[in-house]
């Protein structure tokens, strides 16, 4: 069993930056693909990026490729998402999700989920 918790969620500025993290518990969190998702109001959860058990892979939507850095501390059961450059398409609900899934992209896939922290992005 995994435990997740998002933080990090604020209103910035369009052109701002926020990092948010995603602290786990359970022993074998490090052995987990772990991803960040997102949901806007009316629209359907989507995926933003994941990293692979090591943090020697990852993966991003191509709305966030190069503004989005994922990351992950095995020794202290966290996953952050560093967001840059944010604009206001980037307004949502964030939440990170753990597990082992055969497509990285589907939310369905991911057996564990966090309560989400909300990014409001003013322009």
């Known amino acids: 069993q995994v435990h997740l918790v998002e933080s990090g969620g604020g209103l910035v500025q369009a052109g701002g930056s926020l990092r948010l993290s995603c602290a786990a518990s359970?022993?074998?969190?490090?052995?987990?693909?772990v991803g960040w998702f997102r949901q806007a109001p009316g629209k359907e959860r989507e995926f933003v990026a994941a990293?692979?058990?090591?943090?020697?892979?990852?993966f991003y939507a191509d709305s966030v490729k190069g503004r989005f850095t994922i990351s992950r501390d095995n020794v202290k059961n966290t996953v952050n998402l560093q967001m840059n450059r944010l604009n206001f398409e980037d307004t949502a609900v964030y939440y990170c999700?753990?597990?082992?899934?055969?497509?990285?992209?589907?939310?369905?896939?991911?057996?564990?989920w966090g309560q989400g922290t909300q990014v409001t992005v003013s322009s």
């Open positions: 999700a753990a597990g082992f899934p055969d497509r990285t992209v589907v939310p369905g896939a991911y057996a564990y």
């Open positions: 359970g022993r074998t969190f490090s052995s987990y693909t």
């Open positions: 990293i692979g058990w090591t943090g020697g892979s990852s």
